[in-house]
């Protein structure tokens, strides 16, 4: 039976909301990605150039350390990636996620949470940290407060969910 994992990102509780629901929705695992070093509130401060996310941001090679870095992801066949858009893409701790483990022949789907901008150029960024072999999804931007049904209908419509 196809096995299913969501993991996420979340700085301010927003996106981990989504991903509970989206979890509750497509029968899934729940798994946080945790970075080494939390990030505090001035860490976040997207207007201050020299806080710690813009620096991360800026830089195309930051790979923010992950709590728990090495992850198998052998028993899932469907990994449902969510994170807050920063910068118009995903955070630089998705990019360290996805090189912590082994994709190949796995159907990856982002979902992201954002006060307003949309996915970006996330799902490229994301596709060069994993092998050829990867099946990419569309993902999608949804508000944290997201309905289970609303949810279901995405999760139907891109085929990971068959009820």
Sequence with gaps: ???TLTA????????ER???????A???DLLEIVPEIPYTSQDL???DSSSRSSLEMKDPASRPALAHPHLDVSEYDTILIGFPIWWYTAPHIILSFLESADFAGKTVVPFATSGGSPMGKSLD???KCCSGQTIW????????AESEASVKQWLKKIGVVRE
């Design 1 to 3: 039976m196809p096995k």
């Design 8 to 15: 996420y990102f979340s700085a301010s509780h927003q996106t």
């Design 18 to 24: 989504l991903a509970k629901t989206i979890a509750k």
């Design 26 to 28: 497509a029968h899934a």
């Design 45 to 47: 401060n997207w207007m």
């Design 125 to 127: 960024d994301m596709k």
């Design 137 to 144: 999804k569309e993902g999608k931007r949804m508000s944290p």
